[in-house]
């Protein structure tokens, strides 16, 4: 702990276990196999992983919906197992679906749900959290006629109306479109900025990419990474140069035999590692084969590039059906 009562991380699990029983039909299910992740205080941390890489039910063990069957986790240094009311207290859960009730206003809904957990009238901060999510407005409006966007908000609203510290968002953006999207992600980082660590698994690797300071990927019931963004994306020691002649190119000059050097839109396109090639190097060769430059640029691996790396086959069907969804 660096400042009194105040944890470095948000979140500790250490070695989390669960294994979902079998039936008459179906097997035993091991879906989460030894998860050690820690969200430091004050963070956005990006949950990421293909379908059924065991995400939801990392998050529904720390709301406490789920029963671990290994190892341990923490919220706000409170225990799930021995301190789970504490822990439960510490978090605010976002769901995927949208579920309100429709029969009654954002201000009602807040002050249902805050009776729920139990905080007193002097405490509850209803107005607060609609002004914060900017839908004060429509404060006595009924539900059934917010947009999406209001909806979501409000959603988010009710996961903080017992002031958790902790918010994790299940799919914040799913099937959203940009510009819903763009304006979700301002309401996050707001809410990050007013100090409220952020936990946000997502499809959309744009999303992680633009928004998070760490990002894990899980696979299979495993963590594959685990760190802050940008030592993630350096991961990959790998980049694009790109050259456009002067004449367009029929074919790949000679000199590229031993690289990755393709020709796209009649561009010559080379992958290489950085810490093995140098771009003076690969331009030397080009010149070499009596070619001139019109115009050449570089471009480095993004975080889809090393979420498949990482994730292998399971990867690229969630990349795909996450582009098919877009
Ligand atoms: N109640 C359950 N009983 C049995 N198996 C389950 C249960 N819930 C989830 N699983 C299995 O556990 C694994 C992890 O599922 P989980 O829902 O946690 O993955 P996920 O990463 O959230 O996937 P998605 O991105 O599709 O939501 C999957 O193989 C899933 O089929």
Same mark, same amino acid.
């Given at each position: 702990?660096?400042?009194?009562?105040?944890?470095?991380?948000a979140i500790?699990?250490?070695?989390?276990e669960?294994?979902?029983?079998?039936?008459?039909?179906?097997?035993?299910?091991?879906?989460?196999?030894?998860?050690?992740?820690?969200?430091?205080?004050?963070s956005?941390?990006?949950?990421?992983?293909?379908?059924?890489?065991g995400?939801?039910?990392f998050i529904?063990?720390?709301?406490?919906?789920?029963?671990?069957?290994?190892?341990?986790?923490s919220?706000?240094?409170?225990?799930?197992a021995?301190?789970?009311?504490?822990?439960r207290?510490?978090i605010g859960?976002?769901?995927?679906?949208i579920?309100?009730?429709?029969?009654?206003t954002?201000?009602?809904?807040?002050e249902?749900?805050a009776?729920f957990y139990?905080?007193?009238?002097?405490?509850?901060?209803?107005?607060?959290l609609?002004?914060?999510?900017?839908?004060?407005d429509?404060r006595?409006?009924y539900v059934?006629?917010?947009?999406?966007?209001?909806?979501?908000?409000l959603?988010?609203?009710?996961?903080?109306?017992?002031?958790?510290?902790?918010?994790?968002l299940?799919?914040?953006?799913?099937?959203?479109?940009?510009?819903?999207?763009?304006?979700l992600?301002?309401?996050?980082?707001?809410?990050?900025?007013?100090?409220?660590t952020i936990?946000?698994?997502?499809?959309?690797?744009?999303?992680?990419?633009?928004?998070c300071?760490?990002?894990?990927?899980?696979?299979q019931?495993?963590?594959?990474a685990?760190?802050?963004?940008h030592?993630?994306?350096r991961?990959?020691?790998?980049?694009t140069?790109?050259?456009?002649?002067?004449?367009?190119?029929?074919?790949?000059?000679?000199?590229?035999?031993?690289?990755?050097?393709? @020709?796209? *839109?009649?561009? +010559?396109?080379? $992958? &290489?590692?950085? =810490? %093995?090639?140098?771009?003076?190097?690969?331009? /030397?060769?080009?010149?070499?084969?009596?070619?001139r430059?019109?115009?050449l640029r570089?471009?480095?691996?993004? @975080?889809? *590039?090393v979420? +498949?790396?990482? $994730? &292998?086959n399971s =990867? %690229?069907?969630?990349?795909?059906?996450?582009? /098919?969804a877009?």
């Amino acid at each position: 702990m660096t400042q009194p009562d105040l944890p470095d991380y948000a979140i500790i699990a250490e070695g989390l276990e669960k294994t979902y029983a079998g039936s008459k039909k179906r097997e035993p299910k091991q879906a989460l196999k030894g998860i050690d992740l820690k969200v430091r205080r004050g963070s956005i941390f990006g949950l990421l992983g293909p379908n059924g890489a065991g995400k939801s039910t990392f998050i529904n063990i720390l709301a406490g919906l789920t029963n671990k069957t290994g190892g341990s986790a923490s919220i706000w240094g409170h225990d799930i197992a021995t301190a789970s009311r504490q822990a439960r207290a510490s978090i605010g859960v976002v769901p995927q679906e949208i579920n309100m009730d429709v029969f009654f206003t954002p201000f009602e809904t807040l002050e249902l749900m805050a009776g729920f957990y139990g905080v007193p009238k002097g405490e509850r901060r209803s107005d607060e959290l609609l002004e914060v999510m900017g839908l004060a407005d429509k404060r006595n409006a009924y539900v059934r006629q917010l947009s999406g966007g209001m909806k979501r908000r409000l959603l988010i609203a009710k996961a903080l109306v017992h002031n958790p510290p902790v918010l994790v968002l299940d799919e914040p953006t799913a099937g959203v479109d940009i510009e819903l999207r763009r304006q979700l992600w301002e309401y996050v980082v707001k809410l990050n900025g007013l100090g409220v660590t952020i936990v946000l698994t997502t499809h959309y690797l744009e999303e992680a990419q633009e928004l998070c300071d760490d990002i894990a990927i899980i696979d299979q019931g495993r963590v594959v990474a685990s760190e802050p963004k940008h030592s993630l994306l350096r991961r990959l020691d790998r980049k694009t140069l790109i050259i456009e002649a002067e004449t367009e190119l029929s074919a790949v000059p000679s000199g590229f035999e031993e690289l990755d050097a393709q @020709l796209r *839109d009649g561009a +010559l396109t080379i $992958t &290489y590692r950085a =810490g %093995q090639t140098s771009v003076g190097d690969l331009i /030397a060769r080009f010149n070499e084969s009596g070619q001139r430059i019109r115009d050449l640029r570089t471009e480095e691996p993004d @975080l889809e *590039d090393v979420f +498949l790396a990482l $994730t &292998y086959n399971s =990867g %690229q069907a969630a990349t795909q059906e996450a582009k /098919a969804a877009r």
